[in-house]
């Protein structure tokens, strides 16, 4: 998985004291907060999350729209307050929370300037327009014995734009580092199966017959013959009558964050 920056984890803390100050505002312990949470589409999280959040261990940015619209609502805090509070994006239908609470303090506490994400123009531009999103299964570069499309090789979810989702595609985790610097441990991509003839430089999915799954790109060479190779030229090429193609990758998420 990339690194996160110095910068990002400052941002992420300076989040997560928000989210400690507003929760703590409506007497709420981490147990009770998620549950009021679970009142919201999709805002159902564990008291682990909300303590991952306060620390900064993980970040509110990083959480999906659905699960900031409920801590905004859970803690009564209105859509004009939260993006000044946290500069992120608040839906353009977003409803107002049924007892708006008085933030000011929150501001003050943190040293937050009311006005540093607030722009000159009409209110409705406060807010960054985010695109559609969707949440998508991903599979895993299955094992031995686990087929590659069956419900036991899900390893999880990642939420992805609108303009980014084929449903024909399968988005797939990549793990281990044979395709390293191209494709990192922990990176996405989106593998269409109806590509299953090999071209040369191209990227697959493959099944090693009797050995699991990998992903390799296709090349031609010195013996003039194609070549299944890793990017990572520490890994031993293999030959395509030794595999089974499943699709080819054609899209690369290195940054989506898993679910």
């Not at 805090?77 to 239908?93: I, K, Q, R």
């Not at 686990?146 to 090789?153: D, I, L, M, P």
């Amino acid at each position: 998985m990339a690194k996160i920056t110095p910068e990002e984890q400052e941002r992420a803390e300076m989040l997560g004291r928000v989210v400690r100050k507003l929760r703590e505002d409506t007497g709420l312990n981490r147990p009770d907060f998620t549950a009021a949470m679970s009142a919201y589409p999709e805002g159902g999280v564990k008291p682990d999350y909300i303590n991952k959040l306060e620390s900064g261990t993980r970040s509110l940015s990083k959480a999906s729209p659905e699960v900031r619209e409920a801590i905004r609502l859970t803690a009564g805090v209105s859509a004009e307050d939260w993006y000044a509070l946290t500069g992120l994006y608040v839906p353009s239908n977003a409803p107002e929370p049924a007892r708006p609470r008085n933030v000011g303090w929150v501001f003050e506490a943190l040293g937050i300037d009311a006005h540093q994400h607030v722009r000159t123009d009409t209110l409705s531009a406060q807010y960054v327009e985010a695109p559609e999103t969707i949440r998508v299964p991903v599979r895993g570069l299955a094992a031995a014995g686990r087929a590659f499309y069956s419900e036991s090789n899900l390893v999880g979810y990642v939420r992805l734009s609108l303009d980014e989702y084929n449903p024909s595609h399968e988005i797939v985790r990549i793990s281990g580092d044979s395709m390293h610097p191209t494709l990192r441990d922990g990176d996405h991509v989106a593998v269409d199966p109806s590509e299953l003839e090999l071209a040369v430089g191209r990227v697959y999915v493959f099944h090693i017959i009797g050995d699991g799954h990998c992903i390799k790109r296709v090349e031609r060479l010195a013996d003039g013959q194609l070549w299944l190779v890793s990017d990572n030229r520490s890994h031993p090429p293999i030959r395509p009558d030794e595999v089974e193609v499943r699709g080819r990758a054609v899209r690369h998420y290195p940054q989506v964050v898993p679910l």
